[in-house]
C-alpha cells in the first residue's frame, strides 16, 4: 500500500547553473492550466491506485513558491481534496521554498493547508557564491524566510547547503555551516556538487572553465560538515542528511527504505506495485497525455526480484542504521546472506560496511566512499 505522495511543481524564476531537475522558466507558461491537470492526475492516480492512509506529501520542483498566492491556494485545496481523506494525524506535509519567493502570505496559506515542514534552499551563505551558482537570492534573504517562517509558526525547518562549489574554499564551506546553525534549524541536506549534463556548469566543465576543488577538499568540507553538525546536535541519519532527534524526513526515509510511493507532476517518477513509472518532463507533453489517457507515464518498468533486492541494498545504506536483516528476510524471503554474502563479506574486510548484529550498515570509512560500497550490490545476475 501506497503512503506517501511526491508532488512536482516545475515552474521556477531563475533557471540555477547546476540544476538537472526538471523546470522551466515560469514567465508566460500556463500555469493554472498545469495545474488543472496535475489535479486530474491525482484523481486518476487514487482511483486506478487505492490507498487508505497517507504519512508523508513533499511537494518539490522547480520552484514551489514560485506560485503565486492564487495558484498555490488552488493548488493546495486540490491536494487536501485529493489526498486529505487518508492523512493520518502524524502527516509529515513538506514543500521546498526559496528564498526571495516567499512571503508572509504564501506561508500562511500553507499552513492553513496542512504544511508543517520547509525545505529552504539556501545552497551557500556568500553572495559571491550564490551568484556563481545562479541563484536568484541574497544570504540576507536566507534569514528573512527563516524568520518569516518561525513567525508563520513553521518549527521543522531544513536547509539544503552545497560543498565543492567552484572556487568554494572550506573557510567559506565552516562560514556556511555556522551561519545555517545561527538560524535555529532542525535539520540540514547537504550535497556535493555533481556536474550534470545540460547545465549552464556543464558546458563551462566542458570549456575548463569551471574551477572546482580537489577530491581531497572536498572529502575535508565532507568531514568538517559532519563533525560540525554532529557537535551542534543534527545527528547524520543519512549519507547527505543531518537532523534533531525527532525531526529527521519521513518522506526521504520513504525512499531509502525502497517503500512505495505516488509521483504526480510533469517529470515525477511513482513506484506502485513493484512498477516504477516515468511522468513525461515537457509541459505540453504532461498535459496531452493526460487529457489522451488520464496518465503522463512515458514508460513503466516492472522490477525483477534481484533489482528490488540490489535497491533494498543500495537505497538502504545511504541511511546511518543501513539495511534490517530481518526486513530483508520478511520481504524477498531469503536471507540477506544467502543473497549478498560475497559483497557483505568483501566489503567489511575492508572496513566499509560492519554487521551490527540487526542490520548490514556503513562504517565511517564506508560513508565516504559510498559510491563505491553501493556499486557492488549491481552484479545480480
Known amino acids: 500500500m501506497v503512503n506517501a505522495v511526491y508532488l512536482h511543481i ?16 515560469m514567465q508566460g507558461q500556463p500555469v493554472n492550466d498545469y495545474l488543472e491537470h496535475m489535479d486530474v492526475e491525482m484523481k486518476n492516480t ?9 504519512d508523508t506529501i513533499f511537494v518539490g520542483g522547480g520552484t514551489p513558491t514560485a506560485l503565486n498566492e492564487e495558484q498555490l491556494e488552488k493548488f493546495l485545496k486540490d491536494v487536501q ?5 487518508y492523512v493520518t494525524d502524524k502527516l509529515e506535509f513538506t514543500m521546498e521554498a526559496n528564498p526571495g519567493s516567499v512571503t508572509p502570505e504564501k506561508l500562511r496559506i ?15 551563505f556568500q553572495d559571491s557564491l550564490l551568484t556563481r551558482l545562479g541563484r536568484g537570492h541574497s544570504v540576507e534573504e536566507i534569514g528573512e524566510i527563516v524568520q518569516m517562517a518561525k513567525q508563520e509558526g513553521f518549527t521543522n525547518l531544513s536547509l539544503d547547503l552545497m560543498f565543492g562549489l567552484p572556487d568554494q574554499t572550506i573557510d567559506q564551506f565552516s562560514e556556511t555551516i555556522s551561519r545555517a546553525l545561527e538560524l535555529g534549524i532542525t535539520h540540514v541536506s547537504s550535497y556535493s556538487l555533481q556536474v550534470e549534463k545540460k547545465t549552464v556548469f556543464y558546458n563551462q566543465w566542458r570549456k575548463g572553465e569551471l574551477p572546482l576543488p580537489t577530491e581531497e577538499a572536498e572529502a575535508d568540507m565532507y568531514a568538517l560538515l559532519i563533525s560540525r553538525l554532529e557537535e551542534a546536535g543534527l545527528s547524520q541519519y543519512e549519507i547527505s542528511n543531518f537532523a534533531k532527534e525527532g525531526f529527521e524526513s519521513k518522506h526521504n526515509i520513504t525512499y531509502w ?18 512498477v516504477r513509472r516515468a511522468n513525461a518532463g515537457p509541459l505540453k507533453q504532461y498535459m496531452n497525455r493526460i487529457d489522451e489517457n488520464g496518465f503522463p507515464y512515458m514508460d513503466d518498468n516492472v522490477l525483477t526480484k534481484a533489482e528490488r533486492m540490489e535497491e533494498e541494498m543500495f537505497m538502504g545504506l545511504r541511511m546511518r542504521e543501513g539495511v534490517s536483516k530481518q526486513r530483508f528476510e520478511v520481504k524477498f524471503g531469503q536471507p540477506m546472506f544467502s543473497v549478498f554474502g560475497k559483497q557483505i563479506e568483501d566489503l567489511t574486510s575492508k572496513n566499509l560496511l ?13 560513508f565516504f566512499l559510498g559510491n563505491e560500497v553501493f556499486q557492488e550490490f549491481l552484479t545480480i545476475d
Open 81 to 85: 481534496d485529493r489526498f486529505g481523506p
Open 110 to 124: 500553507m499552513k492553513s493547508y496542512g504544511v508543517n515542514r520547509l525545505s529552504i534552499g539556501a545552497q551557500a
Open 257 to 274: 527504505k525502497n517503500d512505495e510511493y505516488y509521483g504526480i507532476g510533469a517529470g515525477a517518477h511513482s513506484y506502485i506495485d513493484g
Open 46 to 54: 487514487l482511483d486506478r491506485f487505492p490507498t487508505n492512509k497517507i
Open 10 to 25: 516545475p515552474f521556477c524564476d531563475y533557471i540555477c547553473h547546476y540544476c538537472d531537475f526538471n523546470k522551466i522558466f
Open 354 to 366: 560492519q554487521d551490527t548484529g540487526t542490520h548490514i550498515s556503513l562504517t565511517e570509512k564506508g
